[in-house]
T-cell receptor
């Protein structure tokens, strides 16, 4: 969903369920996308990435789907665990040529896993 | 171990004072970045540098200044001109030509 004011979109799931976190990106020319996990008071940690020439990539318990037609990314977490509770950000990277990269973050989604 | 270090973790500043946040990396990364994070919002780019002695403004550079005298270091100064400096500040670095960004653990700045 869309964030309103200072409130992050939130997703609450039961331990063991699958989670799906969505993200809309802005630049149709972005060619690389990353999902980050950020725990309270810490910096973002890399989870998984995907290039624009792919529509799906799987990692350990995580899958990223890319729909370029509607500029949409999703992160699927299988068998969600309490340790997965965090804010999840998508980031799009646009290379405007040479070494010029622009990294733009989405607003984030707060995932809460209930035991 | 290689990594990126931000210090201090927590910083308090009186109104009207300048304060400098440290960011050091030993990854031999070419590019370094400063982001600001406010509650409920994504990260916004303040400044970035792709090479020593050169840096560019990001989306919200007003009230901030940086320097890049060494490849390993990219300090951010929050000046008194920044009207709303209380935020969580994140530093990142990247090797040009590769895609991965490495983030520091952040500095939380509070104006008292």
């Amino acid at each position: 969903g869309e964030s309103v004011g200072l409130h992050l979109p939130t997703l609450s799931v039961q331990e063991g369920d699958n989670s799906i976190i969505n993200c809309a990106y802005s630049n149709s020319a972005s060619d690389y996308f990353i999902w980050y996990k950020q725990e309270s008071g810490k910096g973002p940690q890399f989870i998984i990435d995907i290039r624009s020439n792919m529509d799906k990539r799987q990692g350990q318990r995580v899958t990223v789907l890319l729909n370029k037609t509607v500029k949409h990314l999703s992160l699927q977490i299988a068998a969600t665990q309490p340790g997965d509770s965090a804010v999840y950000f998508c980031a799009e990277i646009y290379n405007s040529g040479g070494s010029n990269y622009k990294l733009t973050f989405g607003k984030g989604t707060l995932l809460t896993v209930n035991p | 171990d290689g990594g990126i270090t931000q210090s201090p973790k927590y910083l308090f500043r009186k109104e009207g004072q300048n304060v400098t946040l440290s960011c050091e990396q030993n990854l031999n990364h070419d590019a370094m970045y400063w982001y600001r994070q406010d509650p409920g919002q994504g990260l916004r780019l303040i400044y970035y540098s792709q090479i020593v002695n050169d840096f560019q403004k990001g989306d919200i550079a007003e009230g901030y200044s940086v320097s890049r005298e060494k490849k390993e270091s990219f300090p951010l100064t929050v000046t008194s001109a920044q009207k709303n400096p209380t935020a969580f500040y994140l530093c990142a670095s990247k090797l040009l030509g590769e895609d991965g960004y490495t983030f520091g653990s952040g500095t939380r700045l509070t104006v008292v």
